[in-house]
């Protein structure tokens, strides 16, 4: 026994130490909570822990992911946080993948290894499919986030508390097309046209303009398809990248051609301040009288003449390395990357230009960092209290809490406040479904013997007692069987396209779905259920049974969406939370 066991045994008492030191631990994540959190586990002693991370170091990782150092980068993040760990404790055993989570080999059965799981993510997508899987194999998930000095950490539990998905998240901010494209009035306008359009059109691909909204308005119909033309316009100038005027050619359509086409438009500027062209060989001429210096700041706002050198530098370095890199592969882009400094260069120049045209104000390279990557800046110590948290969350886990296990938010680095975990919504499409896994022989079984078999099959029986003109069978979003599609049903499931992990939702009617989780079975038995099926507690039960606990109901505090997929903040609005003074 190390020094550092008997620690722990000291702190945790020897019953929560013996659970701890027998579990087994995923760590989704390894960048900002996710190194935070292996330390914390290793060092409170967590003994098994396979840690799961897509990405190589960048390096500005290193302010605050201190697992890793400046020798470590492009390598590997969870191999070396791995490394790195182990140190804390070398008694850990600690497996690392450089993988994403949503790759098919981590199956239901996979992660039904884990006692629990810890999410350390960056996005939505990815904490999504935790969330699925956690459900699916029903292991307990603690998920976290931070934004800047704002964090929170929850623990998400099959049928215990609300999952993942139980509450709407806001989508990203989108524009409309017409107020990026025609008549910005912020400077997020101009910065959303640099990224999103001109970037994109120049140097990546068109279609990724993520940002914009269409406008299907009819007496927007004209506008449309002059910037039709435009875009057509500027592909033709994509292709002189090379050549001695080509920053001149962009240059003049962009800030000049385009806006005296906006400028003919008269309806446009009937309540508006006009745009300004600006011209090419008169910002030429200015430059003549300026000494060349390199190194501009970031924090400092660059002037007129400085941005339309930094336009200039910038959009040549981009361009050159894009036909560098289409001589290696014909169909190469280049995607906006806010840690790219000539992306970043050419995004604030642009932007900048634009603003200058359309009279609003300018910004800092810093700032148009901060608001092109949505950044809003990542804290080591908010890290450090929430990896803190979620291991109180998961001896929560280890000690059977689940509803008890409160919810905790993070303000501004000294508040903390917790609320009792919510139940499961009721109308929540990913939690609120039955699941059961059935092991399929994939070779030999028909969708129709999963129907005979289990879905008709009375409940007394384990099956789901539902009537076959009723059924509907989707595979995603892929409708598989209804009484009117029944042309798959007699083909053998892998012919069928169906295979080990596929999750189907068999419904029948408003109230009564079930998702059949298939694994695959090699013996003669075609179709075999673990378990019997969850009995169904209709929907409409369930509301009811919200609605007849007012308290619950009054006690969740409002919900405060922030723009980002990153956390969910929530003010408190009942007196009976427990908030937590830090120093
Ligand atoms: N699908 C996924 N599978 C595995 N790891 C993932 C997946 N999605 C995101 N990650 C990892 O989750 C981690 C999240 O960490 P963090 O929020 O600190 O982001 P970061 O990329 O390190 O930092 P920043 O975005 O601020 O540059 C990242 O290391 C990222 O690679
Ligand atoms: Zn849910």
């Known amino acids: 026994m190390t020094s550092r066991d008997s620690y722990n045994i000291r702190v945790l008492g020897q019953e929560l130490y013996d659970k701890v030191s027998s579990s087994k631990a995923l760590l989704v994540g390894a960048g900002g909570i996710g190194c935070e959190l292996l330390k914390n586990l290793v060092m409170s002693g967590f003994k098994d822990i396979v840690v799961i991370d897509l990405d190589t170091i960048d390096i500005s990782n290193l302010n605050r992911q201190f697992l890793f150092q400046k020798q ?5 993040k969870a191999h070396v946080a791995k490394e790195s760990a182990q140190k804390f404790n070398p008694s850990a055993k600690i497996e690392s993948l450089q993988c994403n989570i949503k790759e098919p080999q981590f199956s239901v059965q996979w992660f039904k290894q884990f006692t629990m799981v810890l999410n350390a993510l960056d996005n939505l997508e990815a904490r999504r499919h935790v969330n699925a899987m956690c459900l699916a194999a029903d292991v307990p998930l603690v998920e976290s986030g931070t934004q800047g000095y704002f964090g929170q950490a929850y623990v998400i539990k099959k ?12 989508a990203p901010k989108t524009y409309p097309v017409c107020t990026i494209r025609s008549t910005p009035s912020e400077p997020i306008h101009c910065i959303v046209w640099a990224k999103s359009f ?8 068109s279609e990724d303009e993520e940002a914009l909204e269409p406008d299907n ?13 435009e875009t057509e316009e500027l592909k033709a100038i994509k292709e002189a990248a090379g050549s001695p005027d080509y920053t001149k050619k962009i240059f003049r359509k962009v800030y000049e051609t385009d806006i005296e086409r906006l400028l003919s438009m008269d309806s446009m500027w009937k309540n508006r301040q006009k745009p300004t062209p600006l011209h090419y060989d008169e910002l030429e001429n200015m430059m003549s009288d300026i000494a060349e210096k390199e190194g501009l700041e970031d924090r400092k706002v660059w002037n007129l003449k400085e941005n339309f050198k930094v ?29 790219d400094d000539d992306a970043m260069d050419f995004v604030t120049a642009a932007s900048n230009l634009r603003a200058h045209i359309f009279n609003i104000e300018k910004n800092s390279l810093f700032d148009v960092k901060s608001m092109a990557g949505n950044i809003i800046p990542a804290i080591a110590t908010t890290n450090a209290i929430i990896s803190g948290l979620v291991i109180l969350k998961a001896f929560g886990i280890l000690r059977g809490e689940y509803k008890n296990n409160k919810r905790v938010y993070l303000f501004t680095a000294s508040r903390l406040l917790s609320e009792a975990n919510s139940d499961p919504n009721p109308n929540c499409s990913v939690c609120r479904s039955r699941s059961a896994t059935v092991s399929v022989n994939f070779e ?15 409940v007394d029986e ?8 009723e059924i509907a069978i989707m595979d995603g979003s892929r409708m598989i069987y209804d009484v009117e599609f029944e042309d798959m049903a007699d083909l053998p499931m892998k012919e069928a396209g169906l295979k080990p992990d596929t999750i189907l939702r068999v419904t029948n009617g408003e109230d009564d779905e079930i998702d059949l989780i298939m694994e695959a ?14 009995k169904l507690v209709p929907k409409g039960l369930l509301k009811r049974k919200m609605e007849e606990e007012p308290e619950v109901a009054s006690k969740r505090p409002k919900t405060v969406h922030t723009t980002d997929d990153n956390v969910i903040h929530l003010e408190p609005d009942s007196d009976d939370d427990d908030i937590v003074l830090l120093d």
Not at 198 to 205: A, I, M
Request: hydrophobic content about 40%; charged content about 30%.
């Open 72 to 76: 470590h980068v492009k390598q590997a």
């Open 159 to 170: 049928d215990e508390t609300e999952c993942f998905d139980c509450q709407p998240k806001v």
């Open 198 to 205: 001109l970037f994109s059109q120049l140097f990546g691909n």
């Open 217 to 229: 308005s009819e007496t927007m119909a004209n506008e449309v398809a002059a910037l039709n033309r």
């Open 311 to 339: 336009f200039k530098s910038s959009a040549n370095k981009l361009s050159t390395r894009l036909l560098k890199e289409r001589e290696v592969q014909a169909d190469a882009i280049l995607t906006f990357d806010k840690d």
């Open 444 to 458: 030999r079984a028909t969708l129709r013997d999963l129907i005979n078999q289990v879905i008709l099959l009375s």
């Open 462 to 469: 384990g099956g789901a007692g539902m009537e076959l003109d």
């Open 521 to 534: 079975n090699d013996t003669d038995e075609l179709i075999k259920l673990s378990s019997p099926l969850p």
